[in-house]
């Protein structure tokens, strides 16, 4: 099989070395795409091309990217500046994969970047990073500065005419930021709750302005695109939607890494790769795609790694970076553990949110402490759904509910041990 | 006071010039990497730097996770505290720290050497358990390393 070798996004990254120059990036092809698409091809041309690829954004949510530009208003009448923002905050708990595109292979990103700023006329765009990252800070700043340089940014980008303003903002750590309009918030100089939509920042993001935020190994998937076509693209993946996928794996299993995999490679290929579980223990759940999305089960190691077939499933593969349970672990643990976390991110805007995330958190608590009651688990499975999809402001508080409700089925033999025998067993 | 150095550094963060005050978070970072934490003097100084109220600086200064609005030690350990490095022993590490340092959780160290802060999920799952101590990140770390690793910072 012709795809399981192929490794666009990652073939130039090589683990404890710095990124090439753009010297030794452009020698290696590097931003062939830029000059192909600045001197032949229209923007439309650029979003029907990724329209035509199936790429869908890989920030966790799967909406197709190139629908997503189509919705920026274009032409003379356009309001001004528009702008492209890279949601580069990854935060997810369980996700590292933007960190290796960011710290790897940062020309990519901007080769990208340039791309998709193009394909809806951006006059600026934003890399929004995570604080934490400070070796990828180090490493953009450098590309930016190279690029810049190198007339790849800035007026008259090759003597294309087009222009294009790029700037580095590094965050000061918050979950809610990768939400898209709490981003822009916080580019904004602004507490980073989240907007009301509509509008939708397509029509007015940034100070009001067409805004579109795309994620990291969205827009370093673009180049390759650009440069090797539809059907290439398409051949890559197992499944519908085009392209490969970063995969990673953490938790008790014998090499927990990164890998880049076709889309559509199965949950358990994955977990070959990872080594499968460390001796003396056995698998009991999968979290598929970061903290956000529900549990998974040794009954899943067939399931094919994409966002319907994990949706058809009753999870999402979001980031794709699969945090695993073990036998030895205890769930409720984990699961308070997660609890915590959105607990401690909410932006406290709406009150479900603010109010209900630390009330499940201490009642978890209880539980996992031997102070767990007969009705805990019915109040526990209510809160599910008052905090669920269409009951708060965004999507934070659901997402909390994702592991937790699965956990609460899955694992309710677990929860009910620790009720009844006033006591976590794994303690 | 800011310095002019600090001045032209947070300047040349305001990419459009009509909106000054979308470089305050990068203000907040600066100036707390210059100073350790915001305190009011400095909070206001920013504020009025960029245009703000200090009541709105504090809003935002207040909601990220990253800026101290009280003092720390000279360095700051932010152990990773989500899930994957939860179920790679997170307990048993920050336990280990904080007996070692005596400290609690959120505390400075008496001679003002360390603050040991929980952090969100560093991104680094795959070579869990992980902290960082300033701007340095550690990973796999085994509890037994402890001493060698807290030796580096005077």
Same mark, same amino acid.
């Given at each position: 099989?012709?795809?399981?070798?192929?490794?666009?996004?990652?073939?130039?990254?090589?683990?404890?070395?710095?990124?090439?120059?753009?010297?030794?990036?452009?020698?290696?092809?590097?931003?062939?795409?830029?000059?192909?698409?600045?001197?032949?091809?229209?923007?439309?041309?650029?979003?029907?091309?990724?329209?035509?690829?199936?790429?869908?954004?890989?920030?966790?949510?799967?909406?197709?990217?190139?629908?997503?530009?189509?919705?920026?208003?274009?032409?003379?009448?356009?309001?001004?500046?528009?702008?492209?923002?890279?949601?580069?905050?990854?935060?997810?708990?369980?996700?590292?994969?933007?960190?290796?595109?960011?710290?790897?292979?940062?020309?990519?990103?901007?080769?990208?970047?340039?791309?998709?700023?193009?394909?809806?006329?951006?006059?600026?765009?934003?890399?929004? /990073?995570?604080?934490?990252?400070?070796?990828?800070?180090?490493?953009?700043?450098?590309?930016?500065?190279?690029?810049?340089?190198?007339?790849?940014?800035?007026?008259?980008?090759?003597?294309?005419?087009?222009?294009?303003? /790029?700037?580095?903002?590094?965050?000061?750590?918050?979950?809610?930021?990768?939400?898209?309009?709490?981003?822009?918030?916080?580019?904004?100089?602004?507490?980073?709750?989240?907007?009301?939509?509509?509008?939708?920042?397509?029509?007015?993001?940034?100070?009001?302005?067409?805004?579109?935020?795309?994620?990291?190994?969205? /827009?370093?998937?673009?180049?390759?695109?650009?440069?090797?076509?539809?059907?290439?693209?398409?051949?890559?993946?197992?499944?519908?939607?085009?392209?490969?996928?970063?995969?990673?794996?953490?938790?008790?299993?014998?090499?927990?890494?990164?890998?880049?995999?076709?889309?559509?490679?199965?949950?358990?290929?994955?977990?070959?790769?990872?080594?499968?579980?460390?001796?003396?223990?056995?698998?009991?759940?999968?979290?598929?795609?970061?903290?956000?999305?529900?549990?998974?089960?040794?009954?899943?190691?067939?399931?094919?790694?994409?966002?319907?077939?994990?949706?058809?499933?009753?999870?999402?593969?979001?980031?794709?970076?699969?945090?695993?349970?073990?036998?030895?672990?205890?769930?409720?643990?984990?699961?308070?553990?997660?609890?915590?976390?959105?607990?401690?991110?909410?932006?406290?805007?709406?009150?479900?949110?603010?109010?209900?995330?630390?009330?499940?958190?201490?009642?978890?608590?209880?539980?996992?402490?031997?102070?767990?009651?007969?009705?805990?688990?019915?109040?526990?499975?209510?809160?599910?759904?008052?905090?669920?999809?269409?009951?708060?402001?965004?999507?934070?508080?659901?997402?909390?509910?994702?592991?937790?409700?699965?956990?609460?089925?899955?694992?309710?033999?677990?929860?009910?041990?620790?009720?009844?025998?006033?006591?976590?067993?794994?303690? | 006071?800011?310095?002019?150095?600090?001045?032209?550094?947070?300047?040349?963060?305001?990419?459009?010039?009509?909106?000054?005050?979308?470089?305050?978070?990068?203000?907040?970072?600066?100036?707390?990497?210059?100073?350790?934490?915001?305190?009011?003097?400095?909070?206001?100084?920013?504020?009025?730097?960029?245009?703000?109220?200090?009541?709105?600086?504090?809003?935002?200064?207040?909601?990220?996770?990253?800026?101290?609005?009280?003092?720390?030690?000279?360095?700051?350990?932010?152990?990773?505290?989500?899930?994957?490095?939860?179920?790679?022993?997170?307990?048993?590490?920050?336990?280990?720290?904080?007996?070692?340092?005596?400290?609690?959780?959120?505390?400075?160290?008496?001679?003002?050497?360390?603050?040991?802060?929980?952090?969100?999920?560093?991104?680094?799952?795959?070579?869990?358990?992980?902290?960082?101590?300033?701007?340095?990140?550690?990973?796999?770390?085994?509890?037994?390393?402890?001493?060698?690793?807290?030796?580096?910072?005077?």
């Amino acid at each position: 099989m012709r795809n399981m070798s192929e490794k666009p996004l990652t073939e130039r990254i090589r683990p404890n070395e710095a990124p090439a120059s753009l010297k030794d990036y452009e020698r290696a092809g590097g931003y062939a795409s830029v000059r192909k698409c600045l001197s032949s091809m229209q923007p439309a041309d650029v979003t029907q091309l990724v329209k035509d690829g199936t790429l869908r954004g890989r920030g966790g949510a799967g909406f197709p990217t190139g629908i997503k530009w189509s919705i920026v208003p274009q032409g003379a009448d356009a309001p001004r500046p528009k702008y492209l923002v890279v949601n580069a905050d990854e935060m997810e708990p369980g996700t590292f994969k933007d960190r290796v595109l960011l710290e790897g292979d940062p020309h990519q990103l901007i080769e990208g970047i340039i791309l998709a700023s193009f394909a809806i006329q951006a006059d600026i765009a934003y890399i929004f /990073l995570r604080g934490e990252y400070i070796v990828a800070q180090e490493r953009i700043e450098k590309a930016i500065h190279e690029a810049y340089e190198a007339g790849f940014l800035g007026k008259d980008i090759i003597g294309s005419g087009y222009c294009l303003e /790029l700037h580095l903002h590094m965050s000061i750590g918050r979950y809610i930021c990768g939400e898209e309009t709490a981003l822009l918030n916080a580019l904004e100089g602004k507490r980073a709750t989240p907007r009301a939509k509509p509008p939708f920042p397509q029509a007015s993001g940034l100070w009001g302005k067409p805004t579109i935020v795309n994620n990291v190994e969205t /827009l370093s998937t673009l180049p390759h695109i650009v440069n090797r076509g539809v059907e290439w693209f398409k051949g890559l993946s197992r499944t519908p939607n085009g392209g490969t996928k970063l995969f990673g794996v953490s938790g008790k299993v014998k090499r927990p890494g990164l890998w880049e995999l076709p889309l559509g490679t199965t949950v358990g290929e994955i977990m070959d790769l990872a080594g499968g579980m460390r001796d003396g223990l056995s698998l009991r759940g999968i979290i598929p795609g970061g903290a956000s999305t529900d549990f998974l089960g040794p009954e899943h190691l067939d399931l094919q790694m994409d966002f319907d077939t994990v949706g058809k499933a009753g999870s999402r593969m979001g980031t794709g970076t699969m945090i695993v349970l073990d036998d030895k672990t205890c769930p409720v643990g984990m699961v308070h553990n997660l609890t915590q976390f959105f607990a401690h991110e909410s932006c406290g805007w709406c009150t479900p949110c603010r109010d209900g995330l630390p009330w499940l958190q201490n009642v978890l608590w209880a539980i996992e402490t031997g102070r767990g009651r007969e009705d805990d688990m019915k109040m526990l499975h209510r809160h599910t759904k008052l905090l669920g999809p269409g009951m708060t402001f965004c999507a934070l508080a659901p997402g909390a509910m994702a592991p937790l409700g699965s956990a609460l089925t899955r694992f309710k033999d677990d929860f009910d041990q620790h009720i009844r025998a006033k006591r976590c067993p794994w303690r | 006071m800011l310095s002019d150095i600090l001045k032209s550094e947070i300047e040349s963060h305001i990419h459009e010039p009509e909106h000054r005050e979308s470089a305050c978070t990068e203000a907040l970072r600066i100036v707390q990497r210059d100073r350790g934490w915001i305190d009011d003097e400095s909070l206001k100084d920013i504020a009025e730097f960029l245009g703000m109220t200090t009541h709105e600086l504090d809003g935002v200064a207040t909601f990220f996770n990253l800026i101290h609005r009280r003092p720390v030690g000279r360095h700051v350990i932010r152990v990773c505290s989500s899930v994957s490095c939860w179920v790679l022993g997170y307990d048993a590490l920050r336990e280990a720290l904080l007996a070692k340092l005596d400290v609690l959780l959120g505390q400075t160290t008496a001679d003002g050497r360390f603050t040991v802060l929980p952090n969100q999920c560093l991104g680094t799952c795959d070579r869990a358990p992980a902290m960082m101590i300033g701007a340095d990140l550690y990973q796999d770390i085994d509890p037994t390393r402890l001493d060698e690793i807290l030796d580096r910072y005077a």
